[in-house]
């Protein structure tokens, strides 16, 4: 009997311990698994160390261009214009999720490059599904216009596809990026990478802002890098930091060739580089479970391409064909100041497929629109033949106003205090209202008339040329101050306007001028 109560009680403890096994298997299978909460006293001790033994890193610095070029990105006009922010009240919040559950998920993704998970994996998803939310939502939101290209010029050159996600880190989804450092584009090449890679980068053009020849270029890059490294990893770290910097980390490290192995000797940026792309990973693809929408773009995703093989302007094809300039911009960031190039070579210019049809009737009409107005260089120039007449020194009286010195009365015409000292006898730069100083100024080569005089007088400004340059509608043009000009100089060459005048004009108190410096002058 004894024996029996032994035995019975023996499996009842072991049908027990299954159904505790069975339960933890069905909780880890519900189909909401963000809602899984790990009991400390509920797992054994095996269990609780793999799963709280990563501390997520708090101290993660988002990228440089997230702050940089988010708010960039949101005044952007294809996003303002052409996205919808989804309101969701009561689902603001990411939800609570456990170290066993990111990496469940991390495990099932169907991924070529490895990507493990830490604390510093945690802290970076931290970063996107808690800290930058609101730009996790715009860019899951461009992904859909942006993506599929890259992932088919990605496939092109038999690369994993998931290195999409680096423009998550690299530039937001956002073309136009530009870092403190000079990076540019989707990809952030610097001017001397994108060169090299073939990409045109002018004043009017800049390849590396254009979608389509930058991820062209960014995937030979990638492929040349894990050429060098045979390592996936390796190759992210040095498209970051270079390969000059891995290098050294990897001899550092012993000569492992291993990104966990080198991380500690890694420049700072770049230790969160290879998490920040897995973080990537993980929340492009499971940003649901976070509560997480994309903004919904009506950015037009059926276009067409044209060839350009003249000048053309922005400005033209959107009066003829009545389309936004800033829809001409969204497709084609490439074109720094909304100009074409195409005489020098031919150029792609992307429209909404209507419209490229539309392009194409209306092509000599939209070249010839205000061309004349948009393109003022000139190709030919013929030098003037007239000989410049000479500066002469003419001799003037100043009467000292009320507030003048020595010094302020020299910057007005553009000598030194020190001459006005010798040529009035003066020991010091104050000088008494009222007074009259001689001096000897420059004409600036300009005689307001033929006479021959050297002596003028400089009177008081008068109430009538004051209204004169109060009135907000005077039409002024640009003067470049040149050597030898001073605000009287300068008023000698505009008959019925003194220095005051001029100086009233520029709303400006100090006669100071720079030679290259540019003053507002009436125009005649």
Known sequence: MRTYFLFFALAFSCLSFAQDIVAEDTEDDLDNEELVIINDKENDKEQQD?????????????????????????????????????????????????????????????????????????????????????????????????????EETLDKYGLPLELKYLVIIESAVNPVALSKAGASGLWQFMLS??????????????????????????????KDLYNTYDDWNLAIAAYNCGGGNVNKAIKRAGGKKDYWAIYPYLPKETRSYLP???????????YAHHQLYPVQTSLPLATDTVMITQMLHFDQIADVLQIEKEILRALNPQYKRDIIPGNSQPQILKLPAIQAYTFVEKENEIVSHRSDELFTNRTVVQESKSTPTPPRQIRILHKVSSGETVVTIADIYGISAEDIRKWNGLKTNRVVVGYTLTLFVNDGGYSASNSRTTTSTVRPQTTQSSSRTNNSSTATVQYRVKSGDSYYTIAQKYPGYSHADLMRLNRVTSATLRVGQYILVPKI
Do not use: Q
């Open 193 to 222: 990478t994108g060169k090299n890679y073939g990409l045109e980068i002018n004043s009017l053009v800049d390849e590396r802002r254009d979608p389509v020849k930058s991820t062209d270029a960014a995937c030979r890059f990638l």
């Open 50 to 150: 793999i799963i709280f033994d990563f501390e997520p890193d708090t101290g993660l610095d988002a990228p440089e261009t997230w702050d940089v070029n988010f708010d960039n990105l949101l005044n952007s006009w294809h996003v303002s214009h052409h996205t919808n922010k989804l309101n969701h009240e009561g689902y603001k919040e990411n939800i609570p999720t456990s170290d066993h559950v990111y990496m469940e998920r991390l495990s099932k993704l169907p991924n070529i490059i490895e990507l493990p998970y830490n604390g510093t994996v945690r802290g970076c998803i931290n970063l996107y599904v808690e800290r930058r939310r609101e730009l996790v939502e715009y860019m899951l939101g461009l992904e859909t216009f942006y993506f599929p290209m890259i």
């Open 276 to 286: 920040l792309f897995i973080a990537a990973n993980y929340v492009m693809n499971y």
